[in-house]
């Protein structure tokens, strides 16, 4: 992340002023470079436009930008920070959106090795997607940062009520979810009763919530890495 803190970097991306400095091309919906400028401090973000999003025949029009900020909020939930900070705006350059920290990536960070050898940094975050039912968890949605951290970023598509689990994190399927991981996924769960549940709920729809809670029941009952299922695709296409 940047040199703001978690905290200052939300306040920023909330409240600055935010300005389109570009636009990547390589992203399958609209997606802007941006910059946020509160007059004394400025960062760069990532700013996705609900108007610039692709129609897609099994997620509802107009909800990706608000799947990004629901990830955002688990993520945070969760304690392993996988999600940069990420707003609601309804006032961008292009109409309402999400707004996300840009994460600096590590140069010399190899991610194709990450996830080949397999990198133990990479356990949660295959754990995460089992939560949130991440559909497209590509080699280039993940983003080591320096001094060791790895993100994941690009969430639009999870939270589906019907399992689409796509991800190239296969490495821990089957393997025993460990004491600390459980104890992450039986607060997780403790706070989709409360105030985390409040704030999902303004975002996700009631089939959504529901399977958001039966997938984390069943990881604790189970206490084990999801399997692949054989019946559908298993792996992002492009993988990464």
């Known amino acids: 992340m940047t040199a703001l803190d978690r905290e200052a970097a939300l306040r920023l991306l909330e409240l600055g002023e935010l300005t389109v400095q570009g636009r990547i091309v390589a992203a399958s919906n609209t997606t802007f470079l941006g910059t946020v400028n509160d007059g004394e401090i400025s960062a760069t973000c990532v700013y996705k436009p609900v108007r610039g999003e692709r129609p897609l025949e099994d997620f509802p029009d107009g ?14 939930a969760s304690g392993w920070e996988i999600v940069p900070p990420t707003v609601m705006r309804d006032d961008g350059p292009f109409g309402e959106g999400m707004a996300q920290l840009w994460i600096d990536m590590d140069e010399s960070a190899d991610v194709w090795k990450l996830v080949n050898e397999p990198d133990e940094r990479l356990r949660r975050i295959a754990l995460f997607d089992a939560t949130v039912n991440n559909a497209d968890r590509k080699g280039g949605h993940l983003l080591p940062a320096p001094g060791g951290h790895v993100y994941g970023v690009d969430h639009g598509v999870c939270f589906a009520a019907e399992p689409k689990l796509r991800t190239i994190l296969w ?22 009763d409360g105030l985390l549940c409040e704030a999902l709920q303004r975002l996700l729809a ?35």
């Not at 909800?63 to 945070?76: C, D, G, P």
């Not at 604790?220 to 492009?238: G, L, S």
């Open 63 to 76: 909800t990706l930008w608000k799947r990004e900020r629901a990830a955002y909020l688990v993520s945070e």
């Open 171 to 192: 490495d821990w399927r089957g393997d025993p979810i460990a004491p600390d991981e459980l104890d992450v996924l039986r607060s997780l769960r403790v706070k989709l």
């Open 206 to 240: 009631p089939a959504e919530m529901r399977a958001l809670n039966a997938r984390v029941d069943r990881l604790i009952r189970t206490k084990v890495f999801p399997q692949p299922d054989p019946y559908r695709m298993a792996v992002p296409w492009p993988p990464f």
